[in-house]
């Protein structure tokens, strides 16, 4: 296990600075980037943290920090981000934060320079405009383990009206450099903790049984695994002691700095690794944010332990492999499903979308748009509308 005091720098697929710390690199990202007026887009959450004004500090340039960003990223806040972008004239932007200002970041520089509507560069749309226009660059620091948005290459946004999720993508918006400091996560709620947590093992699950032929990714899914297995418990727990008041000694300090390094590592893996695709997990995730608004890591949270019993019997193999990560004496694929909800259980994730706050009376609903969803197209089992209406049964019901 890296030490606490150690930086290290990997080169894919982007410049990653990680370890305890890495912030204080960003001075130096900046200037190697040539950046004189960086837009700094983050929450507003975040934002009343005591280390964003450190933050703000390092970026050291005459820029008022865009903070507007909330839920479920949506049009409305890139078109507010892009006019605090244009109006201080800034070169580039420095995101802080989880998914949803990583996206909006990814959004704003999208536009900085290209004509038109944001939904005119939709991925896979008739039609679509090019990306064939400068975007400028960005810096990430997550502070999330969760979505991975900061070494992937597309965005996500929301309509306002219709809350359908548009997806952008292009090369151009990965960013130029990560800062990867697991300090900026000691502070997050073990609620959040445990949400984003099961979206990183979501996305790392999916994409080992995604259809198709890459083994770079399967190695990286199940390395990514072997690191959620390890330490999202510990991450959740030492939250919920932070959060009762409880100080840690110094070792158990470390320990918590240590967990939340593991799970920022996994969440970048499962971002990298869901390059090889999804699965029916994800699309019944995006249609409840999409009808309902439910936190995309929760929802997948709930949804995996139905999706991953649908799957069992098309990819048993893959499923042992799976098992024996996060218990090397499995000796079947129902070891993995028996574990993700003895998981689920330790870290405090709803048990169905009842207990959530869905009602049934949106499942046709539901439906209608997971069946529309791409990522299913990647399951090992091909799922059908009368499997979707399954599948949401299941998760009321579970």
Known sequence: ????????????????????????????????LGLRRPLIVSDRDIAQLPWFAEVVQLVNAPTVPYTEVGGNPGLSQVTAGLAAFQDQAADG??????????????????????????????????????????????????????????????????????????IMFAPQLLP????????????????????????????????????????????IALEGLRLVAAHLSDCVAFARRLQAGETLSEVESAAHLAARGGMLNASMMGAIAFQKGLGVTHSCAHALSTVCDTHH??????????AMRFNLTAAPEQFLRLARVVQPTATSGQDFLDWILALRRAIGIPETLTALGVSTATTEQLVGVALQDGCHQFNPRPVTLADFYTLYQEAFAA
């Open 176 to 219: 130029q450099a990560v800062l990867a400091d697991p300090e900026l996560l000691l502070g997050l709620p073990a609620k959040i903790t445990a949400a984003t947590g099961m979206d990183a093992l979501t996305h790392l699950v999916e994409a080992f049984l995604a259809n198709g032929y890459q083994p770079l990714c399967d190695g």
């Open 1 to 32: 296990m890296p030490t606490a005091s150690t930086i290290y720098t990997y080169a894919f697929p982007t410049t990653i600075h990680f370890g305890a710390g890495a912030r204080q690199r960003l001075p130096d990202v900046i200037a190697q």
């Open 93 to 166: 932007i420095v995101a802080v934060g989880g998914g949803a200002p990583m996206d909006v970041a990814k959004a704003i520089a999208l536009m900085a320079y290209h004509p038109g509507h944001l939904f005119d560069y939709e991925d896979g749309r008739p039609e679509a405009r090019p990306v064939d226009q400068p975007v400028p660059p960005i810096v990430a620091l997550p502070t999330t383990a969760g979505t991975g948005s900061e070494v992937g290459r597309s965005t996500v946004i929301s309509d306002d009206t219709t809350h359908a999720k548009k």
């Open 297 to 306: 890591g929760l929802a997948n949270a709930i949804m995996l332990p139905a």
